[in-house]
């Protein structure tokens, strides 16, 4: 089966504006089931659509530091999207692809990043509802949204994340780490670089992601250009992602 592969980059804006694009132009049928590999660049912050910012994230250490934050359409907890060390990854497919059950359709797709990190030479585990740990610390969330025939999911895979901004620019309640066994969210989470004791390159991750998701989803990925009908409804759908409306609407 293939599938559309689109790599890219943007602000935080533009790459929660382009996943809602292309699930919408999915929904009606215009385009075909994309992978989307993406950078946040410049680094930024995304939060789910279900938290309440101010529990979420660091919003004066984010201002202080210049570092753009937005809410996503999506659920799951807030992420930092680090331009030298996590891709994003977002998977835009007809919802008949995937199980119906929520946790079973989060681990197919998951799979992907599991044989990805199996590549680098590393265990690593999917932890419903949607984490996956390696070494037992979590290397990787996703968060996911359905239409009527459509389904996208979006998730982290950290390879270098620095991880004393993450660590600044989200909240973490006590209680959340208590519940999985840990006192700081240096001893929750990893990155791939660290796992391995040496340093890998954004363009090995993303080929190698690539190999992974072709691995799992037993798919054939094509690079592709963006439409213009995706940059054009992307374009409209900035100044959402950009609202204090929206961002502050929790």
């Known amino acids: 089966m293939d599938w559309r592969l689109i790599i890219g980059e943007g602000n935080v804006y533009w790459n929660m504006a382009l996943d809602e694009a292309i699930l919408l132009l999915r929904e009606e049928d215009k385009i075909e089931n994309t992978l989307r590999l993406y950078v946040f660049?410049?680094?930024?912050?995304?939060?789910?659509?279900?938290?309440?910012?101010?529990?979420?994230?660091?919003?004066?250490?984010?201002?202080?530091?210049?570092?753009?934050?937005?809410?996503?359409?999506t659920g799951g907890g807030a992420v930092y999207h680090d331009a030298n060390g996590e891709i994003t990854?977002?998977?835009?497919?007809?919802?008949?692809?995937?199980?119906?059950?929520?946790?079973e359709s989060f681990r197919k797709i998951c799979s992907g990043l599991i044989e990805t990190i199996k590549m680098f030479g590393l265990n690593a585990e999917f932890k419903p509802i949607n984490d996956i740990i390696v070494n037992g610390r979590k290397v990787s969330g996703s968060a996911q949204?359905?239409?009527?025939?459509?389904?996208?999911?979006?998730?982290?895979?950290?390879?270098?994340?620095?991880?004393?901004?993450?660590?600044?620019?989200?909240?973490?309640?006590?209680?959340?780490?208590?519940?999985?066994?840990?006192?700081?969210?240096?001893?929750?989470?990893?990155?791939?670089?660290?796992?391995?004791?040496?340093?890998?390159?954004?363009?090995?991750?993303i080929e190698t992601m690539v190999k992974g998701f072709e691995k799992a989803l037993k798919i054939n990925l094509y690079r592709d250009n963006l439409s213009k009908e995706e940059e054009e409804l992307a374009k409209k759908l900035l100044s959402k992602y950009m609202s204090k409306e929206w961002i502050y609407r929790r």
């Open 89 to 103: 990854y977002s998977i835009i497919a007809d919802i008949k692809f995937f199980p119906t059950d929520i946790v």
């Open 145 to 205: 949204t359905r239409k009527r025939k459509t389904l996208l999911q979006h998730g982290t895979l950290m390879y270098n994340t620095n991880l004393d901004i993450l660590a600044r620019s989200l909240i973490v309640s006590k209680e959340k780490l208590i519940a999985h066994g840990v006192k700081t969210i240096y001893e929750r989470v990893t990155t791939i670089s660290r796992e391995l004791g040496y340093k890998v390159s954004k363009e090995n991750v």
């Open 41 to 73: 660049n410049p680094s930024g912050v995304t939060f789910g659509y279900f938290q309440k910012i101010f529990e979420s994230i660091n919003i004066d250490f984010l201002k202080k530091n210049n570092i753009e934050f937005t809410r996503r359409i």
